[in-house]
């Protein structure tokens, strides 16, 4: 069972938002540590997709951005891509300075 | 250009010793820490530790304190991570990446298939 909970997966057509929550507690997301998100693309290694909460790495589209709030952070995607299909990981750290990952969320593009 | 390249895949017997590299090029590898990430078969990524070459500081994730060595020769720019005795369980594929400004893994490796089976 993973630190932070992120839901199994996700879904939606193209064109739609959808949203993938990442939930933490106060020895981590809530101790104000930052949240990171990564995209993992069939059969590759993950992507750096948003970094200190809602930044984007040079190459991201403004089509992906992040939030935070209390213990928890999220990743939207708008107008949404058949390339957008992957599993999106949220990953913060802890109050004993070790990093932790969410479960994943599998984003089907119907 | 930052680039992570890592050693080739393993087929390894449970009980004998591995250790698996991630060279680092385009950029001042003593400056930055590494990690190591964990992807086992069909599951998410599970973060293992990472490594300061500068002085080879050293942090464990408590799943992996223990069971795994991470190290680093910062003459040739190389990070490690190492078993002792491999077991069935430790079938993944395992990832380096540098730990960037701000705790992130900004750059990643191609990955490394390890696969323990008698």
């Known amino acids: 069972q993973s630190v932070l909970t992120q839901p199994p997966s996700v879904s939606g057509a193209p064109g739609q938002r959808v949203t993938i929550s990442c939930t933490g507690s106060?020895?981590?997301?809530?101790?104000?540590?930052?949240v990171h998100w990564y995209q993992q693309l069939p059969g590759t290694a993950p992507k750096l997709l948003i970094y200190?909460?809602?930044n984007r790495p040079s190459g991201v589209p403004d089509r992906f951005s992040g939030s935070k709030s209390g213990t928890s952070a999220s990743l939207a995607i708008t107008g949404l891509q058949a390339e957008d299909e992957a599993d999106y990981y949220c990953?913060?750290?802890?109050?004993?300075?070790?990093?932790?990952f969410g479960g994943g969320t599998k984003l089907t593009v119907l | 250009e930052v680039q992570l390249v890592q050693s080739g895949a393993e087929v390894k017997k449970p009980g004998e010793s591995l250790k698996i590299s991630c060279k680092g090029s385009?950029?001042?590898?003593?400056?930055?820490?590494i990690g190591w990430v964990r992807q086992m078969p069909g599951k998410g990524l599970e973060w293992m530790g990472i490594?300061?070459?500068?002085?080879?500081?050293?942090r464990y994730s408590p799943s992996f304190q223990g069971q795994v060595t991470i190290s680093a020769d910062k003459s040739i720019s190389t990070a490690y991570l190492q078993w002792s005795s491999l077991k069935a369980s430790d079938t993944a594929m395992y990832y380096c990446?540098?730990?960037?400004?701000?705790?992130?893994?900004?750059?990643w490796g191609q990955g490394t298939l390890v696969t323990v089976s008698s």
């Open positions: 990446a540098r730990h960037g400004d701000g705790d992130v893994f900004d750059y």
């Open positions: 385009g950029y001042s590898f003593t400056s930055y820490w």
């Open positions: 490594i300061y070459p500068g002085d080879s500081d050293t």
């Open positions: 106060s020895s981590n997301i809530g101790a104000g540590y930052d």
């Open positions: 200190g909460n809602s």
């Open positions: 990953q913060s750290y802890d109050s004993s300075l070790r990093g932790v």
